[in-house]
């Protein structure tokens, strides 16, 4: 049953791709051209100095759109960093987007959503039963937006110049839903028509849960936890949590939000830091201050319980058809050797790539 779904959950993930794609091939035609720097970096209270960080170094020219970029991993307090790039070319045939991953050291680009193979959706099968255990997140619930006013003049409003402009700051109040993802190990009673269809009988025997290091503990001594100890715990992994993000809006901004917030919906599939950014634009309360005209030029958001995420966009230039930037955009198309994504992608070896295709959540 899990494999049957989990297949239909593939050709839904292509559609979907494929879907988005078109929208957003569509909407870069349309687009002027321009040159602009996404910086993103992690802060954690007294280690942000050890924290990963990036520039997203956007070049977007008629329906073609190339982001470099250099964060690979973080291992042991340290970044590891290549010379990548993400090109999004429009392909006549399609009308579609061709989404290409470059290496630039190695000279090898491939297609980073190529459909996994027999083995490999085995291997990911093979981890979802055995319920592996993927990273917490959050989902927000509830944002509100407030002007941010002088401690010394309640009605001034505070404002800061960030990379040439003159931003507004706003605080915005977020509820949001914790989950650090529990996974458990669930035994039933043998079942009959009778104690299946009788909602006043429990029909579980136990769980065992990955998600507590008492209830892992147990698990590896091959104890049998009372239902409702492991119950309470399972739902206390679980739970609201009032926190506070930053943001500075430029008004009238030569960057339009709408184009900010395609890009990095096509970059997002592929970044998981983009993909936060992207949770955040298209927040109903942010949406308010896009209609308005205003964009966003810094955000500090929770990137989950104990990290923070700020990105910020500069050097925004737009560009002409003579400029030398335009000209030499897809130069790393031209001369790249095509791979396919499993010569480039191990999921076989590498647990935490593969883990990406586990959690379908």
């Known amino acids: 049953m899990v494999e049957i779904l989990y297949r239909f959950y593939l050709i839904r993930r292509e559609e979907k791709l494929r879907t988005k794609a078109l929208i957003v091939a569509n909407y870069l035609k349309g687009m002027k051209d321009f040159y602009v720097e996404l910086k993103w970096k992690v802060k954690i209270p007294l280690l942000s100095f050890l924290c990963p960080n990036d520039t997203f170094k956007i070049t977007k020219y008629q329906g073609n759109t190339r982001a470099d970029f250099t964060f690979v991993d973080y291992k042991r307090l340290s970044v590891i960093r290549k010379q990548l790039s993400y090109f999004l070319k429009f392909n006549e045939k399609t009308k579609g987007i061709d989404f290409i991953r470059v290496d630039r050291e190695?000279?090898?680009?491939?297609?980073p959503f190529e459909n996994l193979d027999e083995e490999e959706i085995q291997l990911v099968l093979k981890d979802i039963m055995n319920k592996q255990r993927m990273n917490g997140s959050f989902?927000?619930?509830?944002?509100?937006?407030?002007?941010?006013?002088?401690?010394?003049?309640k009605n001034k409003k505070i404002f800061e110049e960030i990379h040439g402009f003159m931003a507004?700051?706003?605080?915005?109040?977020?509820?949001v839903r914790l989950d650090r993802n529990p996974t458990e190990i669930i035994e039933y009673i043998d079942l009959n028509e009778d104690n299946y269809l009788n909602e006043k009988i429990n029909i579980i025997k136990y769980i065992q849960s990955f998600g507590d290091k008492e209830l892992h503990k147990g698990l590896q001594d091959g104890l049998h936890i009372k239902n409702d100890t492991v119950i309470k715990g399972i739902k206390e992994l679980e739970k609201e949590k009032k926190m506070k993000a930053t943001v500075w809006v430029v008004h009238n901004s030569p960057i339009n939000s709408e184009d900010a917030v395609h890009l990095i919906e096509s970059i997002a599939s592929a970044n998981e830091f983009m993909d936060k950014v992207l949770?955040?634009?298209?927040h109903p309360d942010i949406k308010k201050i896009i209609d308005n005209n205003g964009?966003?030029?810094?955000?500090?958001?929770?990137?989950?319980?104990?990290?923070?995420?700020?990105?910020?966009?500069?050097?925004?230039?737009?560009?002409?058809?003579?400029?030398?930037?335009?000209?030499?955009?897809?130069?790393?198309?031209?001369?790249?050797?095509?791979?396919?994504?499993?010569?480039?992608?191990?999921?076989?070896?590498?647990?935490?790539?593969?883990?990406?295709?586990?959690?379908?959540r």
């Open 106 to 111: 190695k000279n090898e680009c491939y297609d």
């Open 168 to 175: 507004q700051q706003y605080t915005l109040n977020l509820n």
């Open 139 to 153: 989902k927000i619930l509830e944002c509100k937006l407030e002007e941010n006013n002088s401690f010394f003049d």
């Open 279 to 282: 949770e955040f634009f298209h």
């Open 295 to 360: 964009f966003p030029i810094k955000v500090e958001i929770p990137y989950n319980i104990f990290i923070d995420l700020t990105f910020s966009f500069d050097k925004y230039t737009e560009i002409t058809p003579d400029n030398p930037l335009a000209v030499n955009i897809f130069d790393p198309l031209k001369t790249c050797v095509r791979k396919t994504r499993k010569e480039v992608q191990d999921i076989k070896t590498n647990y935490k790539l593969r883990a990406g295709y586990t959690n379908i």
